[in-house]
């Protein structure tokens, strides 16, 4: 089966803001996912600590989800199968608290802020609103294919 998605060489991935089934970072690492499958994941890579943070989060192994992935399912079914074969079974307003949580979420150890700093001087320098990963992510994959910041 050929598995069609995103080529992360042209674009980048959806947002880490866009959400499935109420979880941030999850319709990204599907687009990673599946980029991945097919040899077009460029610079991103699947099963970044991102990633992992929403793996561990609801329970599942992404050698698994990548198994889902190459079935060719559509992203309403791999969230059919994330609720069903989730080891954290999450509410609605669990997912609502975390997914606020992870859009807020910032570098907090000192390797962590040097990683984020460096990309943001390397995207941006003068973008002083930048504080969060997930505005720098936007930010790099917007700079990454030709967005002037």
């Not at 089934?21 to 690492?29: A, Q, T």
């Not at 991103?44 to 990548?66: E, H, K, Q, S, W």
């Not at 460096?118 to 967005?147: C, K, N, S």
Request: contains cysteine; glycine residues 8%.
């Amino acid at each position: 089966m050929v598995i069609t998605g995103p080529d992360l060489t042209k674009s980048s991935p959806r947002s880490p803001r866009v959400r499935l089934g109420g979880f941030v970072i999850l319709p990204r690492l599907l687009d990673k996912g599946r980029a991945t499958i097919a040899a077009k994941n460029g610079s991103y890579n699947f099963n970044c600590p991102m990633d992992r943070r929403f793996f561990d989060y609801v329970g599942i192994n992404a050698n698994t989800l990548m198994n889902q992935l190459a079935c060719g399912k559509s992203d309403g079914a791999v969230l059919g199968w994330i609720h069903k074969t989730a080891s954290q079974k999450r509410n609605p307003q669990e997912i609502a608290g975390w997914s606020l949580l992870e859009e807020q979420r910032a570098p907090l150890d000192v390797e962590s802020r040097k990683y984020f700093n460096d990309i943001h001087l390397q995207a941006a320098p003068h973008r002083l609103d930048i504080m969060t990963w997930f505005e720098l992510l936007d930010l790099d994959d917007y700079v990454t294919f030709g967005g002037n910041a």
